[in-house]
């Protein structure tokens, strides 16, 4: 194949499904590395030319199993480019481009997009407004954090994604109580203040260091409240170059820069606080967001995250132009929720406006897209209510045993 270039793509979990098409159609060889759990996935084997399976799930890879299995590929192999396509992936593709030589970020830049110490650190030298933080290193700076900065606080595991392990936490003798129970695994977590307020998205895309896309929506239900107490999960693009569009897309700006992203997807969250109504910088991750925001990100832009980022990353292993695809100023919202049934029949939600209907076993989910925001507001409450009723069910969160 002329001027085929070969990808190796890795990830832990069934992702990424347009990303593999779009770099196969372009011409591409295409790999991916799994993990044995997910062989039964529907993944598009066509536009793949060889899956290969770990045992285990992240982190029960053998990172040496995989840097060894990856070197003999490209014995016989000219690999051109390493893609992580899950948040829990970065750590592991750093790894080969570091040992391998292979062009792409590297482990320093790498933490800056997975180890939420990093991000915090990285911010406050780049002066990116942050909660105040702390590390659980020495115990005299813990105290002095708990005796300085006023409650309610969040333990927070380092490198989990989503909101994950996050522990809140409301005065000091109950933040040692925890830290105690984490024995060994303590200097996995951040300590941090806890900024109420609403949480909002921006998803990128970034070529040359410079941000050539972007859409900021806002949780209407935040990660942190679902992953502990449970609930629906809502999402919706905000208002076009509003107040809160252009002072967050501003912030975005200057984490993407400050934090060293030169290209690809990257999602990331802010807080507007309740109390002074600034933006703050929350966490960023250097890829596509998950819980099927790229679906509800190209309802309202025509913009396929996937789809696009596979194709810079294209561009770039062949020295070529990439052109961004004209942009839509529409908006869409997300409503997603655990399900009593396995196969829910959302048939009744006809709204023309439904555009997605969330393909997952036991979730019952929408996205539904218009030239009015308000709209889509109007129809994600109508459809939380309906969900409660007839769909949803509460599971506990399991709690994180294995920490990244």
Same mark, same amino acid.
């Given at each position: 194949?002329?001027?085929? !270039?070969?990808?190796?793509? &890795?990830?832990?979990?069934?992702?990424?499904?347009?990303?593999?098409?779009?770099?196969?159609?372009?011409?591409?060889?295409?790999?991916?590395?799994?993990?044995? !759990?997910?062989?039964?996935?529907?993944?598009?084997?066509?536009?793949?030319?060889?899956?290969?399976?770990?045992?285990?799930?992240?982190?029960?890879?053998?990172?040496?199993?995989?840097?060894?299995?990856?070197?003999?590929?490209?014995?016989?192999?000219?690999?051109?480019? &390493?893609?992580?396509?899950?948040?829990?992936?970065?750590?592991?593709?750093?790894?080969? =481009?570091?040992?391998?030589? &292979?062009?792409?970020?590297?482990?320093?830049?790498?933490?800056?997009?997975? $180890?939420?110490?990093?991000?915090?650190? =990285?911010?406050?030298?780049?002066?990116?407004? #942050?909660?105040?933080?702390?590390?659980?290193?020495?115990?005299?700076?813990?105290?002095?954090?708990?005796?300085?900065?006023?409650?309610?606080?969040?333990?927070?595991?380092?490198?989990?994604?989503?909101?994950?392990?996050?522990?809140?936490?409301?005065?000091?003798?109950?933040?040692?109580?925890?830290?105690?129970?984490?024995?060994?695994?303590?200097?996995?977590?951040?300590?941090?203040?806890?900024?109420?307020?609403?949480?909002?998205?921006?998803? *990128?895309?970034?070529?040359?260091?410079?941000?050539?896309?972007?859409?900021?929506?806002?949780?209407?239900?935040?990660?942190?409240?679902?992953?502990?107490?449970?609930?629906?999960?809502?999402?919706?693009?905000? +208002?076009?170059? *509003?107040?809160?569009? !252009?002072?967050?897309?501003?912030?975005?700006?200057?984490?993407?820069?400050?934090?060293?992203?030169?290209?690809?997807?990257?999602?990331?969250?802010?807080?507007?606080?309740?109390? $002074?109504?600034?933006?703050?910088?929350?966490?960023?991750? #250097?890829?596509?967001?998950?819980?099927?925001?790229?679906?509800?990100?190209?309802?309202? #832009?025509?913009?396929?995250?996937?789809?696009?980022?596979?194709?810079?990353? $294209?561009?770039?292993?062949?020295?070529?132009?990439?052109?961004?695809?004209?942009?839509?100023?529409?908006?869409?919202?997300?409503?997603?929720?655990?399900?009593?049934?396995?196969?829910?029949?959302?048939?009744?939600?006809?709204? +023309?406006?439904?555009?997605?209907?969330?393909?997952?076993?036991?979730?019952?989910?929408?996205?539904?897209?218009?030239?009015?925001?308000? =709209?889509?507001?109007?129809?994600?409450?109508?459809?939380?209510?309906?969900?409660?009723?007839?769909?949803?069910?509460?599971?506990?969160?399991?709690?994180?045993?294995?920490?990244?």
């Amino acid at each position: 194949m002329k001027n085929a !270039k070969t990808f190796i793509c &890795i990830s832990n979990y069934f992702k990424g499904a347009d990303f593999l098409i779009h770099l196969k159609n372009l011409g591409n060889k295409v790999y991916l590395i799994t993990s044995e !759990k997910l062989r039964d996935k529907p993944w598009p084997h066509d536009s793949i030319d060889e899956i290969f399976y770990m045992q285990g799930q992240d982190i029960d890879w053998n990172l040496e199993h995989l840097l060894l299995g990856v070197g003999n590929l490209m014995k016989s192999n000219q690999v051109d480019a &390493i893609v992580a396509l899950d948040d829990y992936d970065v750590e592991k593709a750093t790894y080969l =481009r570091e040992n391998l030589r &292979i062009d792409g970020m590297g482990q320093t830049t790498g933490r800056y997009f997975r $180890d939420k110490l990093a991000m915090r650190m =990285r911010a406050k030298s780049c002066g990116i407004n #942050s909660p105040s933080f702390c590390s659980l290193f020495n115990d005299h700076d813990i105290n002095t954090f708990a005796d300085t900065v006023s409650a309610p606080w969040v333990l927070k595991p380092r490198s989990e994604a989503s909101a994950a392990g996050i522990i809140k936490v409301f005065d000091k003798e109950s933040l040692w109580m925890h830290i105690n129970e984490m024995g060994n695994n303590r200097f996995k977590y951040l300590l941090e203040q806890f900024k109420p307020g609403d949480v909002y998205h921006c998803d *990128s895309l970034i070529l040359d260091r410079k941000i050539i896309f972007s859409l900021t929506s806002k949780y209407m239900a935040t990660p942190m409240e679902i992953s502990q107490a449970g609930g629906v999960f809502r999402s919706s693009s905000i +208002p076009y170059n *509003s107040e809160d569009d !252009k002072a967050i897309r501003k912030v975005n700006e200057q984490v993407l820069k400050g934090f060293g992203l030169k290209y690809g997807a990257a999602h990331t969250e802010f807080i507007k606080n309740s109390e $002074d109504g600034e933006i703050y910088f929350l966490e960023t991750s #250097s890829r596509v967001g998950g819980a099927h925001l790229a679906e509800m990100v190209e309802a309202a #832009s025509n913009i396929n995250l996937w789809k696009e980022w596979a194709a810079i990353e $294209d561009a770039l292993v062949k020295g070529k132009k990439y052109s961004l695809p004209k942009v839509k100023k529409g908006y869409a919202g997300i409503v997603l929720t655990l399900s009593k049934y396995q196969h829910p029949d959302l048939s009744s939600f006809s709204d +023309p406006e439904v555009c997605f209907t969330v393909p997952l076993e036991y979730h019952a989910g929408l996205i539904v897209k218009s030239d009015k925001n308000d =709209r889509i507001l109007e129809l994600l409450n109508d459809y939380v209510d309906r969900l409660v009723a007839d769909y949803s069910v509460v599971v506990e969160q399991e709690k994180v045993s294995k920490l990244h």
